[in-house]
């Protein structure tokens, strides 16, 4: 736990943690020198102002790249799963809770026939869409569910239904099977799921863990 001041506004501040295992943003550390420090910020995505001492056990600050991984976004028009992941930065920027220099987020595609081109999306705009709190609280909809919606509207070109696994429209009919940013495999009907070889490492999060059918 954090000592003072200083040390907890180096690896906090402005920075995403846990507060009753929600994601909360952490504006400011405050107090004086020598006392304990306490916490401003909001749970997000739009939470009210909190001001909280850093002893409170009901905060988590370390292991949130766990949390990370497919996001559904809702942003402007774009509708679709971005992956997420903590990356290793230089040791004197280094902060416990996750932030713009720690985590790397996939480009949204772009969508053609919605007239929209691939843009990056800024992490301080992510943190503040629904689906990041819900990616943190592991709530997705099934691999079923994504399905339909995709189906349905011509605006959301993917939606992941795991923490590691994502389906996107492909131009052909198809449905792409996408492991952690990458496409995997493919299926025609959300049945049966054809799997590169080089991915059939992944059988046992694919069949014992997620039911899919594989070929």
């Known amino acids: 736990m954090f000592t003072n001041v200083q040390e907890a506004s180096q690896k906090l501040a402005n920075t995403v943690v846990l507060f009753q295992n929600k994601p909360f943003l952490v504006t400011d550390i405050g107090g004086l020198p020598n006392a304990t420090p306490v916490v401003s910020g909001f749970p997000l995505p739009s939470g009210d102002p909190l001001i909280l001492p850093i002893t409170d056990t009901q905060w988590e600050f370390k292991n949130l790249g ?13 509708r679709q799963s971005v992956w997420s992941r903590r990356v290793p930065i230089r040791k004197a920027a280094q902060t416990q809770g996750l932030s713009a220099a720690n985590v790397k987020i996939s480009r949204l595609y772009a969508n053609p026939t919605m007239g929209l081109q691939g843009t990056a999306l800024m992490f301080q705009t992510l943190i503040r869409i629904d689906g990041f709190k819900r ?4 709530d997705y909809p099934s691999l079923e569910q994504a399905a339909k919606v995709i189906d349905r509207n011509p605006e959301v070109t993917s939606m ?13 009919g198809l449905f792409y099977l996408c492991y952690k940013g990458q496409d995997i495999g493919y299926t025609e009907d959300v049945h049966t799921f054809r799997v590169a ?3 059939r490492y992944l059988d046992e999060l694919l069949v014992e863990e997620q039911h899919l059918h594989i070929q």
């Open 197 to 199: 070889k080089q991915f």
């Open 135 to 138: 990616a943190f609280l592991r």
């Open 160 to 172: 992941a239904f795991d923490r590691l696994l994502s389906i996107r429209r492909s131009n052909l």
């Open 66 to 78: 766990s949390r990370l991984g497919y996001i559904n976004v809702e942003y402007k028009e774009y």
